[in-house]
Protein backbone atom coordinates (compact mmCIF):
# COMPACT_ATOMS: atom_id res chain seq x y z
CA UNK A 1 0.00 0.00 0.00
CA UNK A 2 1.51 3.56 -0.88
CA UNK A 3 0.58 6.54 1.36
CA UNK A 4 -1.97 8.01 -0.78
CA UNK A 5 -3.62 4.66 -0.86
CA UNK A 6 -7.04 4.79 0.88
CA UNK A 7 -7.65 2.44 3.80
CA UNK A 8 -10.73 1.33 2.20
CA UNK A 9 -12.07 2.46 -1.29
CA UNK A 10 -14.35 5.56 -0.82
CA UNK A 11 -18.02 4.93 -1.13
CA UNK A 12 -20.22 5.61 -3.82
CA UNK A 13 -22.89 6.34 -0.90
CA UNK A 14 -23.33 8.33 2.60
CA UNK A 15 -22.49 6.25 5.06
CA UNK A 16 -25.84 5.88 7.19
CA UNK A 17 -24.28 7.01 10.16
CA UNK A 18 -23.30 10.40 8.94
CA UNK A 19 -25.56 12.86 10.72
CA UNK A 20 -23.32 16.06 10.31
CA UNK A 21 -20.75 17.64 8.34
CA UNK A 22 -18.29 17.10 11.05
CA UNK A 23 -18.74 13.42 10.72
CA UNK A 24 -16.79 13.31 8.14
CA UNK A 25 -14.15 14.33 9.88
CA UNK A 26 -14.75 10.90 12.34
CA UNK A 27 -14.86 9.01 9.40
CA UNK A 28 -12.21 10.23 7.55
CA UNK A 29 -9.67 7.70 8.98
CA UNK A 30 -11.40 4.65 8.42
CA UNK A 31 -11.21 5.73 4.76
CA UNK A 32 -7.39 7.21 4.29
CA UNK A 33 -3.62 5.83 4.98
CA UNK A 34 -3.20 6.76 8.34
CA UNK A 35 0.59 8.77 6.55
CA UNK A 36 -1.92 10.93 4.72
CA UNK A 37 -4.69 11.05 7.42
CA UNK A 38 -2.18 12.61 9.64
CA UNK A 39 -0.58 14.73 6.82
CA UNK A 40 -4.39 16.49 5.95
CA UNK A 41 -5.02 16.52 9.49
CA UNK A 42 -1.90 18.23 11.45
CA UNK A 43 -0.69 21.42 11.08
CA UNK A 44 3.04 22.38 11.10
CA UNK A 45 5.16 22.66 14.70
CA UNK A 46 3.45 21.44 17.57
CA UNK A 47 -0.16 21.94 16.06
CA UNK A 48 -0.74 25.10 18.89
CA UNK A 49 -2.79 26.97 15.66
CA UNK A 50 -4.78 24.38 14.68
CA UNK A 51 -5.99 23.75 18.26
CA UNK A 52 -6.56 27.49 18.73
CA UNK A 53 -8.77 27.63 15.61
CA UNK A 54 -11.07 25.40 16.82
CA UNK A 55 -10.76 26.54 20.23
CA UNK A 56 -12.03 30.13 18.76
CA UNK A 57 -15.26 28.87 18.01
CA UNK A 58 -15.91 27.10 21.22
CA UNK A 59 -15.38 30.63 22.75
CA UNK A 60 -18.40 31.78 20.97
CA UNK A 61 -22.04 31.33 21.75
CA UNK A 62 -25.44 32.00 19.24
CA UNK A 63 -28.03 33.70 20.97
CA UNK A 64 -31.54 32.26 20.18
CA UNK A 65 -33.95 35.01 19.07
CA UNK A 66 -37.89 34.53 19.16
CA UNK A 67 -41.26 35.10 17.21
CA UNK A 68 -39.32 36.78 13.96
CA UNK A 69 -40.61 35.63 10.64
CA UNK A 70 -37.80 34.20 8.65
CA UNK A 71 -40.50 32.29 5.99
CA UNK A 72 -38.37 34.34 3.47
CA UNK A 73 -35.03 33.60 3.99
CA UNK A 74 -32.39 32.37 1.92
CA UNK A 75 -28.64 32.29 2.03
CA UNK A 76 -28.03 34.17 -1.39
CA UNK A 77 -25.32 37.07 -1.51
CA UNK A 78 -22.93 38.78 -4.06
CA UNK A 79 -19.05 38.43 -3.46
CA UNK A 80 -17.43 41.23 -5.15
CA UNK A 81 -20.76 41.89 -6.98
CA UNK A 82 -21.03 38.32 -8.62
CA UNK A 83 -24.01 36.23 -7.33
CA UNK A 84 -24.13 33.25 -5.06
CA UNK A 85 -26.53 30.94 -4.01
CA UNK A 86 -24.38 30.27 -0.69
CA UNK A 87 -21.52 31.66 1.21
CA UNK A 88 -19.67 28.54 0.95
CA UNK A 89 -16.37 28.07 -0.75
CA UNK A 90 -14.00 25.36 -1.14
CA UNK A 91 -10.57 26.50 -0.11
CA UNK A 92 -7.28 25.21 -1.95
CA UNK A 93 -6.09 22.44 -0.47
CA UNK A 94 -3.47 20.58 -2.33
CA UNK A 95 -2.44 17.30 -3.46
CA UNK A 96 -5.88 15.63 -3.26
CA UNK A 97 -5.38 12.32 -4.68
CA UNK A 98 -3.94 11.48 -1.03
CA UNK A 99 -7.95 11.49 -0.22
CA UNK A 100 -9.16 9.79 -3.44
CA UNK A 101 -7.98 8.43 -6.52
CA UNK A 102 -9.70 11.07 -9.18
CA UNK A 103 -8.13 13.56 -7.05
CA UNK A 104 -9.44 17.61 -7.39
CA UNK A 105 -11.83 15.97 -10.37
CA UNK A 106 -14.24 14.90 -8.07
CA UNK A 107 -13.98 17.41 -6.21
CA UNK A 108 -14.62 20.20 -8.55
CA UNK A 109 -17.64 17.78 -10.43
CA UNK A 110 -19.35 18.67 -6.20
CA UNK A 111 -18.70 21.79 -6.73
CA UNK A 112 -20.49 22.15 -9.65
CA UNK A 113 -23.54 19.73 -8.40
CA UNK A 114 -23.66 22.70 -5.10
CA UNK A 115 -22.74 25.94 -6.83
CA UNK A 116 -20.24 26.31 -4.89
CA UNK A 117 -17.09 28.21 -5.76
CA UNK A 118 -13.90 25.69 -5.75
CA UNK A 119 -10.55 27.59 -5.24
CA UNK A 120 -7.94 25.37 -7.27
CA UNK A 121 -4.59 25.22 -5.55
CA UNK A 122 -1.42 25.91 -7.63
CA UNK A 123 -0.22 22.61 -6.44
CA UNK A 124 -3.30 20.06 -7.34
CA UNK A 125 -2.59 16.59 -8.36
CA UNK A 126 -4.51 17.08 -11.38
CA UNK A 127 -4.25 19.63 -14.12
CA UNK A 128 -5.77 22.94 -13.34
CA UNK A 129 -7.36 22.83 -16.65
CA UNK A 130 -8.64 19.17 -15.70
CA UNK A 131 -10.02 21.03 -12.74
CA UNK A 132 -11.68 23.70 -14.40
CA UNK A 133 -13.62 21.20 -17.11
CA UNK A 134 -15.15 19.80 -13.58
CA UNK A 135 -15.77 22.35 -11.79
CA UNK A 136 -18.76 24.93 -12.29
CA UNK A 137 -18.79 28.72 -13.88
CA UNK A 138 -17.64 29.80 -10.17
CA UNK A 139 -13.99 28.53 -10.21
CA UNK A 140 -10.79 30.48 -8.82
CA UNK A 141 -7.61 29.88 -9.21
CA UNK A 142 -5.56 29.57 -6.08
CA UNK A 143 -1.87 30.93 -6.86
CA UNK A 144 1.35 30.35 -5.27
CA UNK A 145 4.44 33.13 -6.50
CA UNK A 146 7.21 30.59 -8.19
CA UNK A 147 10.66 31.31 -8.32
CA UNK A 148 10.73 32.64 -11.64
CA UNK A 149 8.52 35.45 -13.00
CA UNK A 150 7.72 33.28 -16.13
CA UNK A 151 6.18 30.46 -14.36
CA UNK A 152 3.92 32.97 -12.49
CA UNK A 153 3.14 34.61 -15.35
CA UNK A 154 2.36 31.37 -17.67
CA UNK A 155 -0.11 30.02 -14.60
CA UNK A 156 -1.93 32.94 -14.76
CA UNK A 157 -2.43 32.83 -18.56
CA UNK A 158 -3.49 29.16 -18.17
CA UNK A 159 -5.77 29.71 -15.50
CA UNK A 160 -7.00 33.03 -17.79
CA UNK A 161 -7.43 30.27 -20.58
CA UNK A 162 -9.37 28.21 -19.06
CA UNK A 163 -11.69 30.44 -17.75
CA UNK A 164 -10.95 30.66 -13.98
CA UNK A 165 -12.83 33.88 -12.66
CA UNK A 166 -10.18 35.12 -9.83
CA UNK A 167 -6.78 34.82 -8.97
CA UNK A 168 -6.21 33.81 -4.96
CA UNK A 169 -2.54 34.67 -4.09
CA UNK A 170 -1.81 32.88 -0.95
CA UNK A 171 1.14 34.84 0.60
CA UNK A 172 1.35 33.56 3.94
CA UNK A 173 3.69 30.19 3.31
CA UNK A 174 6.42 31.56 2.09
CA UNK A 175 8.19 28.26 4.29
CA UNK A 176 5.87 25.65 5.27
CA UNK A 177 7.78 23.72 8.12
CA UNK A 178 6.89 19.79 8.62
CA UNK A 179 4.06 19.16 10.89
CA UNK A 180 4.84 16.31 13.96
CA UNK A 181 1.88 14.30 13.37
CA UNK A 182 2.94 14.15 9.59
CA UNK A 183 6.26 13.06 10.75
CA UNK A 184 5.62 11.12 13.37
CA UNK A 185 3.29 8.78 10.67
CA UNK A 186 6.45 8.39 8.22
CA UNK A 187 4.28 10.60 5.45
CA UNK A 188 5.85 10.93 1.98
CA UNK A 189 4.40 12.58 -0.55
CA UNK A 190 3.64 9.24 -2.47
CA UNK A 191 4.54 9.24 -6.69
CA UNK A 192 1.15 8.96 -8.39
CA UNK A 193 0.66 12.36 -6.46
CA UNK A 194 2.38 14.88 -8.20
CA UNK A 195 2.50 19.18 -8.62
CA UNK A 196 1.43 18.55 -12.01
CA UNK A 197 0.70 22.28 -12.92
CA UNK A 198 4.25 22.85 -11.96
CA UNK A 199 5.73 19.89 -14.56
CA UNK A 200 8.11 21.57 -17.23
CA UNK A 201 9.47 24.13 -14.95
CA UNK A 202 13.10 24.59 -14.25
CA UNK A 203 12.55 24.76 -10.70
CA UNK A 204 14.82 27.79 -9.04
CA UNK A 205 18.03 28.71 -9.81
CA UNK A 206 20.49 27.06 -6.93
CA UNK A 207 21.45 28.92 -4.40
CA UNK A 208 24.32 28.72 -2.97
CA UNK A 209 24.82 29.75 0.77
CA UNK A 210 28.00 30.92 1.60
CA UNK A 211 28.98 29.79 5.62
CA UNK A 212 27.58 32.43 7.60
CA UNK A 213 24.29 32.60 5.78
CA UNK A 214 21.22 31.61 7.17
CA UNK A 215 19.53 28.61 5.50
CA UNK A 216 16.08 30.58 6.03
CA UNK A 217 16.89 34.40 5.71
CA UNK A 218 19.39 33.78 2.54
CA UNK A 219 17.99 30.50 1.84
CA UNK A 220 14.35 29.53 1.78
CA UNK A 221 13.41 33.17 1.62
CA UNK A 222 15.30 34.55 -1.13
CA UNK A 223 12.49 34.00 -3.81
CA UNK A 224 9.60 34.52 -1.15
CA UNK A 225 7.51 37.49 -2.71
CA UNK A 226 7.50 40.87 -1.48
CA UNK A 227 4.91 43.81 -2.09
CA UNK A 228 6.96 44.71 -5.36
CA UNK A 229 6.18 41.12 -6.86
CA UNK A 230 2.08 41.75 -5.72
CA UNK A 231 1.93 44.70 -7.91
CA UNK A 232 4.10 43.17 -11.05
CA UNK A 233 1.02 40.47 -10.55
CA UNK A 234 -1.82 42.31 -10.48
CA UNK A 235 -0.46 44.42 -13.82
CA UNK A 236 -0.04 40.87 -15.24
CA UNK A 237 -3.51 39.55 -15.02
CA UNK A 238 -6.75 41.15 -15.82
CA UNK A 239 -8.71 38.94 -13.82
CA UNK A 240 -9.44 40.30 -9.86
CA UNK A 241 -6.59 39.14 -7.44
CA UNK A 242 -7.33 38.26 -4.13
CA UNK A 243 -4.98 38.07 -1.32
CA UNK A 244 -5.00 34.87 1.38
CA UNK A 245 -3.66 34.67 4.20
CA UNK A 246 -4.21 38.06 6.28
CA UNK A 247 -4.20 38.08 10.01
CA UNK A 248 -3.02 41.85 10.98
CA UNK A 249 -5.43 44.71 10.01
CA UNK A 250 -2.13 46.39 8.73
CA UNK A 251 -1.70 44.18 6.09
CA UNK A 252 -5.77 44.22 5.05
CA UNK A 253 -5.66 48.22 4.85
CA UNK A 254 -2.24 48.23 2.55
CA UNK A 255 -3.77 44.93 0.32
CA UNK A 256 -7.19 47.07 0.10
CA UNK A 257 -5.20 50.24 -0.92
CA UNK A 258 -2.80 48.30 -3.26
CA UNK A 259 -6.21 47.60 -5.39
CA UNK A 260 -6.71 43.47 -4.36
CA UNK A 261 -10.11 42.66 -4.76
CA UNK A 262 -11.01 41.09 -1.79
CA UNK A 263 -8.75 39.61 1.29
CA UNK A 264 -8.80 36.11 3.18
CA UNK A 265 -8.48 36.28 6.63
CA UNK A 266 -6.79 32.81 7.46
CA UNK A 267 -4.06 31.37 9.20
CA UNK A 268 -3.75 28.30 6.31
CA UNK A 269 -5.75 26.05 8.42
CA UNK A 270 -2.34 26.26 11.15
CA UNK A 271 -0.26 24.83 8.26
CA UNK A 272 1.98 28.02 8.76
CA UNK A 273 3.28 29.96 11.82
CA UNK A 274 2.53 27.74 14.68
CA UNK A 275 1.64 30.40 17.06
CA UNK A 276 -0.12 32.35 14.82
CA UNK A 277 -3.58 33.63 16.30
CA UNK A 278 -7.02 32.02 15.75
CA UNK A 279 -7.91 33.37 12.65
CA UNK A 280 -11.60 33.96 13.69
CA UNK A 281 -9.41 35.80 16.74
CA UNK A 282 -8.25 38.11 13.83
CA UNK A 283 -11.75 38.80 11.95
CA UNK A 284 -13.06 41.48 13.56
CA UNK A 285 -10.57 44.09 13.67
CA UNK A 286 -9.83 42.82 10.28
CA UNK A 287 -13.34 44.07 9.48
CA UNK A 288 -13.23 46.94 11.86
CA UNK A 289 -10.06 48.49 9.79
CA UNK A 290 -11.70 47.74 6.50
CA UNK A 291 -15.50 49.04 7.46
CA UNK A 292 -18.49 47.61 5.63
CA UNK A 293 -18.05 46.78 1.88
CA UNK A 294 -14.94 45.29 1.30
CA UNK A 295 -14.75 41.73 0.34
CA UNK A 296 -13.66 39.39 3.02
CA UNK A 297 -13.73 35.49 3.51
CA UNK A 298 -12.46 33.60 6.37
CA UNK A 299 -11.19 30.13 6.81
CA UNK A 300 -9.31 28.18 9.37
CA UNK A 301 -11.57 25.80 11.76
CA UNK A 302 -14.92 25.95 10.09
CA UNK A 303 -16.16 22.38 10.90
CA UNK A 304 -20.39 23.55 11.02
CA UNK A 305 -23.05 25.85 9.80
CA UNK A 306 -23.00 26.99 13.85
CA UNK A 307 -19.63 28.09 12.88
CA UNK A 308 -20.00 29.68 9.29
CA UNK A 309 -22.62 31.77 10.99
CA UNK A 310 -20.45 32.87 13.95
CA UNK A 311 -17.61 33.70 10.97
CA UNK A 312 -20.19 35.66 9.22
CA UNK A 313 -21.32 37.41 12.31
CA UNK A 314 -17.73 39.00 13.03
CA UNK A 315 -17.13 40.29 10.00
CA UNK A 316 -16.42 37.32 6.87
CA UNK A 317 -19.23 38.01 3.83
CA UNK A 318 -18.71 33.99 2.86
CA UNK A 319 -16.58 31.37 3.66
CA UNK A 320 -13.55 28.57 2.87
CA UNK A 321 -13.97 25.31 3.76
CA UNK A 322 -10.26 23.06 4.04
CA UNK A 323 -10.03 19.73 5.92
CA UNK A 324 -13.78 18.82 6.19
CA UNK A 325 -13.90 18.78 1.85
CA UNK A 326 -10.77 16.42 2.29
CA UNK A 327 -12.04 14.23 4.86
CA UNK A 328 -15.58 14.26 2.70
CA UNK A 329 -13.68 13.48 -0.48
CA UNK A 330 -11.71 10.13 1.12
CA UNK A 331 -15.32 9.15 2.20
CA UNK A 332 -17.89 9.16 -0.63
CA UNK A 333 -15.77 11.02 -3.66
CA UNK A 334 -17.80 13.99 -5.48
CA UNK A 335 -21.11 12.52 -3.60
CA UNK A 336 -19.48 13.14 -0.36
CA UNK A 337 -18.22 16.60 -1.03
CA UNK A 338 -21.91 17.52 -2.40
CA UNK A 339 -23.20 16.31 0.75
CA UNK A 340 -20.97 17.76 3.31
CA UNK A 341 -21.36 21.18 1.60
CA UNK A 342 -25.30 20.44 1.53
CA UNK A 343 -24.70 19.56 5.52
CA UNK A 344 -23.33 22.68 6.03
CA UNK A 345 -25.89 25.17 4.46
CA UNK A 346 -28.88 23.44 6.01
CA UNK A 347 -26.48 23.21 9.68
CA UNK A 348 -26.33 27.55 8.50
CA UNK A 349 -30.12 27.36 7.83
CA UNK A 350 -30.94 26.32 11.09
CA UNK A 351 -28.82 28.42 13.05
CA UNK A 352 -30.06 31.50 11.11
CA UNK A 353 -33.75 30.56 11.84
CA UNK A 354 -33.56 29.72 15.22
CA UNK A 355 -31.31 33.52 15.78
CA UNK A 356 -34.27 35.41 14.08
CA UNK A 357 -31.33 36.04 11.30
CA UNK A 358 -33.63 35.81 8.01
CA UNK A 359 -30.77 36.47 5.63
CA UNK A 360 -27.14 36.77 5.68
CA UNK A 361 -27.25 40.73 6.23
CA UNK A 362 -28.84 40.11 9.19
CA UNK A 363 -26.33 38.43 11.05
CA UNK A 364 -23.85 40.33 13.11
CA UNK A 365 -21.82 40.70 16.06
CA UNK A 366 -25.31 41.18 18.07
CA UNK A 367 -25.90 37.82 17.81
CA UNK A 368 -23.36 36.02 19.41
CA UNK A 369 -22.28 36.12 22.96
CA UNK A 370 -18.69 35.58 24.39
CA UNK A 371 -18.71 32.19 26.67
CA UNK A 372 -17.95 33.30 29.92
CA UNK A 373 -14.61 32.57 31.25
C1 LIG B 1 -3.75 19.20 3.18
C2 LIG B 1 -3.90 20.68 2.98
C3 LIG B 1 -3.36 21.27 1.84
C4 LIG B 1 -3.50 22.65 1.63
N1 LIG B 1 -3.03 23.19 0.47
C5 LIG B 1 -3.17 24.52 0.26
C6 LIG B 1 -2.73 25.11 -0.96
O1 LIG B 1 -2.23 24.44 -1.85
N2 LIG B 1 -2.88 26.46 -1.08
C7 LIG B 1 -3.43 27.24 -0.10
O2 LIG B 1 -3.54 28.46 -0.27
N3 LIG B 1 -3.90 26.70 1.04
C8 LIG B 1 -3.78 25.37 1.24
N4 LIG B 1 -4.26 24.82 2.39
C9 LIG B 1 -4.95 25.67 3.38
C10 LIG B 1 -6.45 25.76 3.07
O3 LIG B 1 -6.69 26.51 1.90
C11 LIG B 1 -7.21 26.47 4.19
O4 LIG B 1 -6.61 27.72 4.45
C12 LIG B 1 -7.27 25.66 5.49
O5 LIG B 1 -7.36 24.28 5.23
C13 LIG B 1 -8.47 26.12 6.30
O6 LIG B 1 -8.52 25.47 7.54
P1 LIG B 1 -9.48 24.20 7.82
O7 LIG B 1 -8.78 23.04 7.19
O8 LIG B 1 -9.49 24.14 9.31
O9 LIG B 1 -10.82 24.48 7.20
C14 LIG B 1 -4.15 23.45 2.60
C15 LIG B 1 -4.71 22.84 3.73
C16 LIG B 1 -4.60 21.47 3.93
C17 LIG B 1 -5.24 20.85 5.13
Known amino acids: MTTSAPAHAPLGSIPPDLRCAADYELLAPRFMALPSHEYVAGGCGRDVTVAANLAAFAQWTVYPRLLRDVSAG ?25 AHPHGEIETARAANAMQACMVGSTLSSCTLEQVAAAAGPQRWFQLYFQPRRED ?21 AAIQTAGARALKAGFRMPPDCAPVNLLGQQGPAAIELDPEDSRIFQGAMRNAPTWADLSWLMAQTALPVWVKGVLHPDD ?39 GAGYPVLFDSGIRSGTDIFKALALGADAVMIGRLQIYALAVA ?41
Do not use: W
Not at 159 to 167: D, H, K, L, T, V
Not at 260 to 287: E, M
Open 74 to 98: HTRLSIAGVPFDHPVLLAPVAFQKL
Open 152 to 172: TRALLERAAAAGYQAIVVTLD
Open 252 to 290: AVALRDAGVAGIVVSNHGGRSLDGAPASLDALPAIRAAL
Open 333 to 373: GALGVAHMIRLLREELEVCMALAGCATLDQIGPENLMRRPC
